[in-house]
């Protein structure tokens, strides 16, 4: 075990004026605090705090980062708290120990949830301060070293989470140290058999590969060296996971991979590294292709170099890299190797470094965005894995996109109201479509339009979360305006069912706050928004306003809610003798709507028009569901109405002498007259009969279609 003399050394070998009596106390809490704890593999817990705390001298952190990991599994595991933390080391240790502590206190519906919230929670405290991140990392670490013991399926899915999103966030981090063990230990967990069979083909050509880096390494120095270059050459076999990767890319065996040796050239200037390439080229033929210039284009983690890969002796492919010495330490210490020493407050990321590295800004704004843990960290995992490509701005502004982006997620990289409204691209100069996949070099323009809105096909081809997220957005904002307007409508039809002034609810304060918390809702917009989605029905917020009496009949409403007058204008058609209730309507003239003729039974809706009344429609026509929603009302026919209307009915016949005397003959017996027929044979030995005649009701209709059905020969009746 880690002893607190061993960690304060390594802190001041590189911070002199750290203060040794805050680790050692640090250390004694901790130890003090675990006791009695054992890991699983049965040693004392104390040994992983202790371990992470020199895990975090590597990074060569401050004072508060390794007191923190000393200190973070305390408030998790024991009986302390974040107060308690707070009143003992101060408010900035106090902090970080919070934002690595797991959400271990709070019930999730899964696994998953748990992960994605602690992941989330995670993000929001290394949005504030990166060392959250970089003590959760060395934290991960030693984790993963002692995974062996424990249970399987643990190991799995820690394996695969680190495999997923902490492997990747060091990456992003630029600390290639870490991303390389994380990826090769969680390699060792998920695929056993694979993991042995790629080390076991690693260690048996070991001798072999061995002499080979340094035949190659020392003929590079050499010949650098001839050309007055001061340069530190190395090599090294790639790691297992890259190898493997690389396998399953190619489909192929470890002895088809050729550029498993990577080496590393060390100059003193950036004038230099371009220098060193021209002496490397000119010594072996570059393979076309597989040259990448990352000094002019840093990666987002501000990893530097030259990567070249040549044809070396043996005619094996090597890969080259070349670099400064301060570009390597950043790339092996990542954002940690610009760690700045504030004495009165604390670490942090120099304003120039900091603006490189956005994309934690844009973390911290899709936890925002996306209310779901699960969207958020499924989102997460797709823009953290490296696989990038950089564009250009038409001002020449350099831009960097996963793998497989496309102009929408440029659009909405750069501003969300130009990715909402972007009807496609001109990429170097030509016209090209949303789902066009961006290229490295490629320079857009975005081409807008005003009345272009995001849509759902949208999202089967945008790859960044922050597209993602803002077309879902847009999409659930639209969505929830249809439901506002929708389930006003769906209560305004069954307060009107109910002689209920809606009105006069959104006015009763007492009442409406009753409806409200009866169907626990914060407003009336997230009320009708509810309904809207079919998640409250209108039947239930009516039985609230009114409730049904004990032997179940019809309740009626609150004097103060009532509708005014609930009988209607009734105006005489020639010949009637009755008409049609208009809830809640009073002196207006009524329509029968001729495309659907409706008789007095027919269930009936009311459409209000423009200085003509009220036009009758029967619930099923087409035209009704045409018109307005907001200008439909419900309407009821008068029980006493007698009301004579014209109706169609269409009868098909077997095409055969004396058919039409017999159906006639059938409307006479119902005392029927009929006022118009029209009759056509047809080719396929059917006459289609349309006849037109008054009727009274739904009810003598319908007794008049049943007996024209017995009639032999008839084959359907039909109204029209």
Request: net charge positive; hydrophobic share 40%; proline share 4%.
């Amino acid at each position: 075990m880690l002893q607190v003399l061993d960690i304060i050394d390594r802190v001041r070998a590189y911070q002199p004026a750290a203060d040794a009596d805050l680790i050692k106390r640090a250390y004694d809490y901790s130890s003090k605090a675990h006791t009695g704890q054992k890991r699983k593999s049965g040693d004392p817990y104390f040994i992983h705090p202790a371990s992470v705390a020199g895990i975090i001298t590597e990074l060569r952190l401050d004072t508060a980062s390794v007191c923190a990991g000393l200190l973070h599994d305390v408030v998790e595991d024991t009986l302390a708290t974040t107060k308690d933390i707070e009143r003992e080391f101060g408010g900035e240790i106090a902090s970080l120990v919070d934002g690595v502590t797991k959400l271990g206190k709070i019930n999730f519906t899964s696994k998953e949830d748990r992960q994605a919230e602690n992941f989330r929670k995670m993000v929001v405290a290394m949005a504030r301060d990166i060392r959250v991140l970089l003590i959760k990392l060395c934290d991960r670490v030693d984790n993963m070293r002692t995974l062996e013991h424990m249970k399987p399926e643990s190991q799995e899915r820690i394996a695969r989470e680190t495999l997923e999103i902490y492997a990747p966030l060091a990456n992003r981090l630029g600390i290639q140290a870490f991303k390389s063990e994380l990826e090769d230990l969680s390699f060792r967990w998920l695929e056993p058999d694979a993991y042995q069979e790629v080390k076991n083909a690693v260690a048996h050509t070991k001798n072999q590969r061995d002499r080979y880096i340094f035949e190659v390494s020392k003929t590079l120095a050499s010949r650098l060296a001839e050309q007055g270059f001061a340069a530190e050459v190395t090599g090294r076999a790639k790691h297992l996971y890259s190898v493997w990767r690389k396998m399953k890319a190619n489909d192929s065996t470890i002895e088809q991979i050729h550029d498993i040796i990577a080496f590393r050239v060390l100059v003193e200037s950036v004038s230099d590294c371009y220098a060193a390439l021209g002496v490397i080229h000119s010594k072996w033929t570059p393979v076309p292709g597989r040259f990448k210039d990352y000094i002019a284009l840093p990666k987002p983690n501000m990893y530097q170099s030259l990567h070249t890969t040549v044809i070396g002796p043996g005619r094996e492919r090597i890969e080259i890299q070349i670099r400064t010495h301060e570009m390597h330490r950043v790339a092996e210490r990542g954002i940690a190797a610009h760690w700045k020493y504030k004495e009165r407050h604390g670490g942090g990321v120099a304003d120039s470094d900091a603006q490189r590295f956005g994309w934690l800004r844009q973390l911290m704004e899709w936890q925002k965005d996306l209310k779901d843990p699960a969207e958020f960290l499924e989102g997460v995992k797709v823009d953290l894995f490296q696989d990038e490509v950089y564009v250009f701005t038409p001002k020449g502004e350099v831009r960097v996109f996963p793998r497989g982006a496309t102009p929408v997620d440029f659009a909405f990289g750069i501003h969300s109201q130009l990715g909402e409204h972007i009807t496609g691209a001109r990429v170097n100069g030509k016209l090209e479509p949303l789902r066009y996949k961006l290229r490295n070099g490629d320079v857009l323009e975005v081409v807008t339009s005003p009345n272009q809105q995001p849509s759902k096909d949208w999202l089967d081809f945008v790859v960044t979360t922050r597209a993602r997220a803002k077309i879902r957005n847009f999409l659930r904002q639209e969505q929830r305006e249809k439901s506002l307007k929708l389930g006003r409508e769906l209560v305004e039809r069954e307060f009107t069912r109910g002689s209920i002034s809606l009105t006069k609810l959104l006015k009763n304060d007492n009442e409406l706050r009753k409806v409200l918390e009866s169907v626990s809702v914060g407003n009336v917009d997230e009320l009708f928004i509810g309904v809207g989605y079919g998640k409250i029905d209108p039947k239930d917020v009516i039985e609230i306003v009114a409730p049904p009496s004990v032997d179940g009949a019809k309740s009626i409403p609150p004097e103060q809610l009532r509708e005014g007058r609930i009988a209607g204008f009734v105006r005489k058609m020639k010949g009637d003798d009755g008409g049609i209730r208009l809830n809640g309507i009073d002196d207006v003239l009524v329509r029968y709507a001729k495309c659907c003729n409706p008789l007095p039974g027919d269930d009936i809706l009311g459409f209000i028009t423009r200085g003509r009344g009220v036009t009758i429609h029967r619930r099923g026509c087409p035209k009704a569901f045409d018109t307005d929603p907001e200008r439909r009302v419900e309407i009821t026919w008068d029980s006493k109405a007698k009301i004579n209307r014209a109706v169609q009915l269409r009868v098909t016949t077997a095409n055969r002498p004396g058919i039409l005397a017999t159906v006639g003959h059938t409307f006479s017996q119902m005392g029927i007259n009929i006022s118009e027929a029209n009759c056509r044979a047809g080719d396929d030995g059917k006459a289609v009969n349309v006849f037109t005649f008054v009727c009274q009701d739904l009810n003598q209709l319908k007794s008049v279609m049943k007996a024209l059905q017995k009639v032999q020969g008839v084959v359907g009746v039909d109204r029209v």
